[in-house]
Structure formats: structure tokens, C-alpha cells
């Protein structure tokens, strides 16, 4: 929930939560008005969005969200055997998304004028081989949407600049993100 309880990030496979919705769950962002004005009319927008319009064949959850509700961190994780990997605008070229668990950190653009939304892919994990009994973390998103704290350190790969913390915990620093 953004800070001043206005934006709620959840995770849901309901198809009915905003128009052509895709299949699987997905991570939403839900405008309560709590605290706007009065011509505010709650609402519900798509975060887990890649070039393809959604993160279909990935299960997306764990979200979290930044202090003014524009940034959304998420966890996606693909099965290997999924038949429609997920692509963000920014991944690395020829990296495949099978039977993986990335982070992703969509910007809403919400507040802000002269901005494209976009879903930035800040890390992928070996996550579903075969001796891999470990449980998903989610990732932790700073107040301004900067900084994301992952675990897994020692079996990611990062595509942004990131400090490690200890040898399971990093910190990413997101693109340029104001």
C-alpha cells in the first residue's frame, strides 16, 4: 500500500478486474480515492504488463509498491514448462524466461506528465529445477522507488546496478527513476 493508503498492489487471476485482462494471476493497482478529491473515481490498473500487454504463462505476486503508488516491484515466476514466456521492454537480449523467478519494477507513470509506463526487469533466478525447495520471496521497494531489496544474491543475475547486502540479500538500484 502506497503511504498514504490511496494505492493497494495486490495479486489476483480474476479476468474481470479491468477490460481484456490476460490469463494467470496478475498484479493489479488499485486507486481508492482515499484521500483525493472529490471527482476521484476509484479504479484498477494492470501492473504486470510486459511488451506483450501481460506476464502471461508467469504467476505474478508478492507485490510492493512505493510511497506515491507510481513504482510496482513484483516477483514472476515462470514455470519451465510455460508456453508463453514473458518478455519486459527491458530485458537482456537472448536470455530466456523458462523456469525462472524475476523481478520486475513497473512505472505507472501515475503523477507524472510526459511518461510512457514501462516494466523494467531488475533480476532473474534459477526457480523451479529440480532440488530448487525454496519459497518465493517478494521484493521490497523503497519509499521513492529507487532502491529494491531481492534475496537470492548468490543465484541471480542482475540487469541494474546492485550492492549486495550479505550473501543472500542485494539491493538494486532501478534506472534513473525519479
Do not use: W
Not at 147 to 152: D, L, R
Amino acid at each position: 500500500m502506497s503511504s498514504d493508503g490511496r494505492y493497494i498492489a495486490f495479486s489476483s487471476d480474476s479476468t474481470d478486474l479491468v477490460e481484456n485482462a490476460p490469463p494467470g494471476r496478475q498484479i493489479y493497482l488499485r486507486d481508492t480515492c482515499a484521500g483525493a478529491a472529490d471527482a476521484c473515481k476509484p479504479s484498477t490498473i494492470l501492473v504486470s504488463a510486459d511488451a506483450r500487454g501481460g506476464l502471461v504463462g508467469a504467476e505474478n505476486i508478492l507485490p510492493s509498491v512505493s510511497s506515491s503508488g507510481r513504482f510496482v516491484a513484483f516477483l514472476a515466476v515462470t514455470p519451465s514448462h510455460s508456453a508463453n514466456p514473458p518478455v519486459a521492454e527491458a530485458t537482456a537480449a537472448g536470455a530466456p524466461n523458462s523456469g525462472y523467478r524475476q523481478v520486475f519494477v513497473r512505472d505507472t507513470c501515475l503523477g507524472v506528465s510526459n511518461c510512457t509506463p514501462k516494466t523494467t526487469r531488475i533480476s532473474l533466478e534459477p526457480g523451479d529445477g529440480p532440488g530448487t525447495g525454496a519459497h518465493p520471496a517478494g521484493p521490497a521497494l523503497g519509499g521513492k522507488g529507487r532502491h529494491v531489496a531481492m534475496a537470492g544474491a548468490k543465484a541471480s543475475t542482475l540487469f541494474t546496478r546492485s550492492v549486495a547486502v550479505d550473501d543472500s540479500v542485494f539491493l538494486a538500484i532501478t534506472n534513473d527513476q525519479r
